[in-house]
């Protein structure tokens, strides 16, 4: 056995101590503490589900067949060729680089801190030269936490994971030629309002030509109709809105824009 293979040995057997390890402190937890799992496993090592994991492996061809269906719901399930290419001894799989049948690149899957998981993930179009999304795993666990999406090659949108679950994105950026416009997030609402989270987004921040912030607006009732508006003129606009393509509730209160008024997430 020569050294990449021993390395690559080493590397797997502690991967799977380290998600054993995490599964049997799941097991042996009380009822009581269900909700607050603690993983005690040193920081190389990493506690994810097991279909996270599973997911992760297969994230290159479920896309590609994902796309494959979208096009064509009858379209023949293609195999795609894997070819890992490997960095250093201590790195034993750093990019993972999937081609489709007529040698066109689908993906580009890389291993940014050397565990033997991948963390950054790049999807191409059928020329398999331009980028069509990027799927990041920013802390291990698994779960794609960023999605970005791209449009020419530039980036059109940006999709924050912050509860766990890959069906929902909790915050969107939108962009236009890589300038922001539009920012989406699902905030919680003030204490009283009938619903304290929306299932869609509920809060919105505009902006201008040159990415200056330009209005607020949030939906406290979940009604998809936004009430409270935070704009330059303190004014509601029907005009405005159309532009930022938003509906408002026919009592919508507005205030204005201070200067202090930022941003409220990164
Ligand atoms: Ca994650
Ligand atoms: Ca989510
Ligand atoms: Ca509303």
Not at 74 to 102: C, Q, S
Not at 174 to 193: E, K, M
Not at 232 to 240: A, D, F, L, N, P
Request: with cysteine; net charge positive.
């Amino acid at each position: 056995m020569n050294m990449k293979n021993i390395s690559l040995l080493l590397s797997t057997t502690i991967l799977l101590l380290a998600v054993s390890s995490c599964k049997d402190k799941k097991k042996t937890t009380s009822d009581k503490e269900k909700n607050k799992v603690v993983c005690n496993c040193p920081k190389i090592r990493v506690c994810a589900s097991k279909q996270a994991m599973a997911a992760k492996k297969e994230r290159c061809q479920a896309w590609h067949n994902q796309k494959l269906e979208a096009k064509n719901p009858k379209a023949e399930k293609i195999k795609l060729k894997k070819k890992e290419l490997y960095l250093t001894k201590v790195n034993p799989i750093g990019v993972v680089k999937y081609f489709r049948p007529d040698n066109s690149l689908a993906c580009r899957e890389v291993d940014l801190n050397g565990d033997g998981l991948m963390d950054l993930f790049y999807f191409f179009d059928t020329s398999g030269k331009i980028k069509i999304e990027a799927h990041q795993d920013e802390d291990r666990d698994g779960i794609i936490d960023r999605k970005t999406i791209f449009r020419n090659g530039v980036v059109r949108k940006e999709l924050f994971n912050t509860d766990g679950d890959e069906n929902t994105w909790e915050i969107e950026k939108t962009y236009n030629n890589g300038i922001i416009t539009q920012i989406a997030y699902i905030v919680i609402n003030p204490p009283g309002s009938p619903e304290r989270v929306c299932s869609k987004y509920n809060y919105y921040e505009n902006f201008d030509a040159n990415g200056k912030l330009i209005s607020i607006s949030w939906d406290i009732d979940c009604d998809g109709d936004m009430d409270k508006v935070i704009n330059e003129k303190g004014e509601y606009s029907s005009e405005e809105y159309k532009k930022f393509n938003l509906k408002a509730d026919k009592s919508i209160k507005a205030r204005q824009l201070k200067p202090e008024d930022k941003s409220i997430k990164p």
